[in-house]
């Protein structure tokens, strides 16, 4: 079975802030893939980034980091100099190389305050 | 217009009354799936689609019916709505079904069971 923890519920940071969105994961196939969406308040589900299992390299774009660690079963989210704008739920989701793309497991997501 | 249409975007309705989610993609997608979200619980699986005419069940189905006749469309119906079914309902697709897919979301429709 997979799992998918987001541990923070809530994240509230001022502006300007680095804030780092924890997600830790379980699973049992060997390849595997690791999404991050981004819920902004108007509501629709924006696909942020994927991963695959076999590739561990930390990925960066523009204020946006991600923190890949096979051996703590960890993808955590990055976002340096935070902007109101970033205010969101961010989801972390797990899915398995065979597992059906819309059968993803999703953490029940982070939500981001920022403070102007 | 490209990309996932769901309508209505917001609804109200009765217990006990019939209600359809409307859900339309644009990009011939193979796969399609109806997710409920709510708080505290994430985004969880009600039903998908991996072409026309093939539907199966996801997490939640219970209460739920889908359909799909034509590869572009995936109806949601809640035959007897329920107050624990006030929710946000998302319709998604992916153009395969592995694992690496990337899931494409509609808007959202929120829908409130009085």
């Known amino acids: 079975a997979q799992k998918v923890t987001q541990a923070q519920t809530e994240i509230s940071v001022v502006e300007k802030e680095d804030v780092t969105l924890d997600c830790v994961y379980e699973?049992?196939?060997?390849?595997?893939?690791l999404f991050w969406y981004k819920q902004p308040p108007s509501g629709e589900l924006v696909f942020l980034i994927r991963r695959n299992s076999f590739d561990e390299q930390n990925e960066i774009s523009g204020r946006y980091s991600w923190n890949f660690q096979k051996s703590t079963s960890s993808f955590n989210f990055t976002i340096t100099a935070s902007q109101v704008v970033d205010s969101a739920v961010y989801f972390c989701a797990l899915s398995g190389l065979n597992t059906n793309a819309g059968k993803s497991t999703f953490g029940d997501g982070t939500t981001l305050t920022v403070k102007p | 217009d490209a990309g996932i249409t769901q309508s209505p975007r917001y609804k109200i309705t009765e217990t006990g009354r019939q209600v359809t989610l409307m859900c339309h993609q644009t990009w011939s997608h193979s796969y399609m799936f109806w997710y409920r979200q709510d708080l505290g619980h994430g985004l969880r699986l009600i039903y998908y689609?991996?072409?026309?005419?093939?539907?199966d069940k996801g997490e939640v189905p219970d209460g739920y019916v889908v359909s799909r006749s034509k590869t572009e469309n995936f109806p949601l119906t809640l035959e007897s709505a329920t107050r624990s079914q006030t929710s946000v309902y998302f319709c998604?697709?992916?153009?395969?079904?592995?694992?690496?897919?990337?899931?494409?979301f509609g808007a959202g429709s929120r829908l409130t069971v009085l």
């Open positions: 998604a697709s992916s153009e395969y079904s592995s694992g690496a897919n990337v899931l494409t």
């Open positions: 699973t049992r196939d060997t390849t595997y893939y």
């Open positions: 689609s991996a072409a026309a005419d093939i539907t």
